[in-house]
């Protein structure tokens, strides 16, 4: 079992930057490939950007790349979504989640543990 703590959302102008955190505990970090997703009110939950184990393999989202970079410190214990250049369209509950397989991939279902979510606001 592992759990998943975000932290580091906010209300951010337009153009603005965040930082958002997701500690891990419970198992082995470094086992894990761990994903950031988000979810704007009224639509799906949506894939961002995945690490993999040792964070020499990541992937982004087309809507991301370039803005956002993810990145990991297995001794913390923790993963990290740099994102800069936000634009409106970045508002949603940002979500944590994490996998024992190798490679997640971009589907929700691809992912055994979930963070509880923080909130990133976008004003325009």
């Known amino acids: 079992q592992v759990q998943l703590v975000e932290s580091g959302g906010g209300l951010v102008q337009a153009g603005g930057s965040l930082r958002l955190s997701c500690a891990a505990s419970?198992?082995?970090?470094?086992?894990?490939?761990m994903a950031w997703f988000r979810q704007a009110p009224g639509k799906e939950r949506e894939f961002v950007t995945t690490i993999s184990w040792s964070g020499g393999r990541t992937y982004y989202a087309d809507s991301v790349t370039g803005r956002f970079t993810i990145s990991r410190d297995n001794a913390k214990n923790t993963v990290y979504l740099q994102m800069i250049r936000l634009k409106a369209d970045d508002t949603a509950v940002y979500y944590c989640?994490?996998?024992?397989?190798?490679?997640?991939?971009?589907?929700?279902?691809?992912?055994?543990?979930w963070g509880q979510g923080t909130q990133v606001t976008v004003s325009s």
């Open positions: 989640a994490a996998t024992a397989v190798r490679w997640g991939g971009v589907q929700v279902d691809g992912y055994d543990y």
């Open positions: 419970g198992r082995t970090f470094s086992n894990y490939t």
